[in-house]
């Protein structure tokens, strides 16, 4: 486990293979090949999130893919769009954006910035 301590403010990319709790400042983005990503009370993210499993406490303003859940607990702060096949929201968690319930997408990642599809293909998928 990885811990990103309050006073650390990092800009870039984050890849990590194991579970990562932010508590600082992240800007850029995070992608967690294995493991969890847990924003702690105080941790603040401006960054895109893909992985499997992410938590939100904290502050978060980006969009966030993740192949099993996304939770967002009463002290959570998100804006942007949520992208899985199960969103959990407690009572009292800040939300501004949209959710994305798709299994296949969420089945499908990290892919958080897809190639967007021609007409044709859109029609073919229907």
Request: proline share 5%.
């Amino acid at each position: 486990m990885t811990t990103i301590g309050a006073s650390l403010r990092i800009t870039g990319e984050i890849t990590s293979q194991e579970d990562i709790t932010i508590h600082g400042r992240v800007k850029g983005q995070i992608r967690m090949v294995e493991g969890s990503l847990l924003v702690a009370p105080k941790g603040g993210v401006d960054a895109d999130v893909e992985g499997a499993r992410v938590t939100i406490q904290g502050t978060l303003a980006g969009n966030v893919l993740a192949a099993e859940r996304i939770e967002l607990t009463p002290t959570a702060d998100v804006s942007g769009t949520l992208t899985t096949w199960a969103v959990v929201m407690h009572e009292g968690a800040t939300f501004n954006g949209s959710i994305d319930v798709d299994r296949q997408t969420a089945k499908g990642a990290p892919r958080l910035n897809p190639a967007p599809a021609t007409p044709a293909q859109a029609i073919k998928a229907r």
